[in-house]
Each structure stands twice: as C-alpha cells, then as structure tokens.
C-alpha cells in the first residue's frame, strides 16, 4: 500500500491480522476507519476474549467495526467510493484496502512440478523441509505451516541443518503476535479449541490494572488468559493482550515446551514490578490462586 498522503477515511475488508494492525496505525493518525468482516469477530484465529477486548478497543478508539457483512458491490462517487453491502446498508470511503487473505504466486517454481497440497501449498517434511525431490528444500508461505516471518526462519535454519549436519527438525510451540495497540500474543490453543477437542480445562485470567509495572506506565488494559489441562496441570495455551504482549508470550513459549506445569511455573520467582508478573499470576489462578486479584 503506498500513499502519499493520508486518506481522510478508509474502509478496510477483513477483520484478520492484517486489517486490524492497519485499522489501529490508520486510526492513530486521525483516519476515519471502518472495518467490514464476514465472520462473526475479528480476529477469528485468536482467543474470543481477546478478540472480544480488542474490538472494544477499536469501537472507544473510533473505529467502526461491520461483523456479518461483506461488500456487494461498489461504485465511485466524487473523489472516493459508495460501497453497498450485503444487508443492504451503503458505506462511504475514500480509500478503499483489501485485507482478505493471501495467494500463493508459484511461478518461480511451477517447473519443477512439486507435489503440492490440497491448497496449493509445497508438500514438504515437517522434519527435513524436503520437497519431493530431495534436494530441493522448501521454507515459508510456501509451505502452507503458520505464515509467520519466525516460522520461516526456523525452517531455513532446520532445512540448512540437514542438508549439511542431517538432522532431523522436531515440534515446538510456536509463538504468533499481533501488533496493534495494545499488543496481543499467543500460544497453544485457545478456549475453544480445548473444549472442541473435549478436554477438561481451567482457565484463569490476571488483568494488567492489578500490575504494579502497569500501573507504573500508564497501559492498564489488557489481561493475561492461561489455559491448563484440569488434571495433570500443562500448559494448554497461553493469551496475552496488553503492553508487551510480544515479549511476554516468550516465558510461555519456553514453560510450554519445557511441559512445566502451571504448579512449577507458579513457584518460579519474578522480579517486582515487572509485567511478567502478570504472566505468574494467570498461572497461579488455575494452580494455587492468584494472589494480587
């Protein structure tokens, strides 16, 4: 997306990761911004609570946010756009920015003829990165795995290492974060997902208004959420929205695939005032309790 100058109002189409970041950076700048999603929620990857808070930061932050619909057709009107959508209802904008998603561009490779999956993506091994032919490696989008800039690296670095060492890449949790205002950051499964797989969980939710170091800057809103096997204690998934959401999710990346479970991880001291006290506290609330809330 390249402008020169600002539009005075815009309307973004899909309420993902992408439209929302550019929601909260358009909106900093004083544009008027309406987002128009299909689903239900934005954010329908993340956890619904998270989602959830986010969307009311949006609306108090001024931007206007249409779940359920999408756009049926459009048409120019001055020097912007009339929009109508699905329920009937018009919409104006001056700009209008497309956030539905990504195409998979195989030109540079449709020669080779690698099998593909059932989306298009290159079939590769999780453990080599091999394509079918074994000495054409495959890493990124391309790959069809999480399509994140992290991910992509961990699997240069995994292909690298067999072509030359022969080693074999194993799983690990792998972080995903969104850059929006609060910050949001996330691991594992959401509520949903356990509960679709007919786990028995607990889930526990510390909010930043009871942190010290919160308080301290001024970023109050937001919470930490920590989903945990009823039984046994693991870590199932952990859901940040708050300052330094980013940073934070790293200690549950590294309690996750160490399988500590929420008892150890509880006992484990943290510096004060620090946020990631917020991270303890989440965790104390489905072990022990939590102490400052």
Known sequence: MFMEELPKSICIVGGGVIGVEMANILNAFGVDVTIVELMDTILPMVDAEVAAAMKDTLVKNGVKVLNGVSIKSG???????????????????????EAVGRQIVGEAYEDLNLDKEKKGFVKVSDETLQTSIPTVYAIGDITGRQQLAHVASEQGVAAVEHMFLGKKASAHPVP??????????????????????????????FPFVANGKALTLGETEGFVKVIADERYGEILGVHIIGPEASNLISEAVVAMDAECTVE???????AHPTLAEAVKEAVLGVSTGMIHF
């Not at 009107?77 to 209008?96: A, F």
């Not at 150890?264 to 943290?270: A, P, Q, Y």
């Open 75 to 97: 048409e120019k009107k001055g020097n912007g756009l009339l929009l109508t959508l699905t329920d009937g209802s018009t919409l104006e904008c001056e700009k209008l920015l």
């Open 264 to 270: 150890s991880l509880g006992e484990m001291v943290h």
């Open 176 to 205: 995903a974060c969104i850059f929006t205002q609060p910050e949001i950051a996330s691991v594992g499964m959401t509520e949903k997902e356990a509960r679709d797989k007919g786990l028995a969980i607990k889930t526990a939710k």
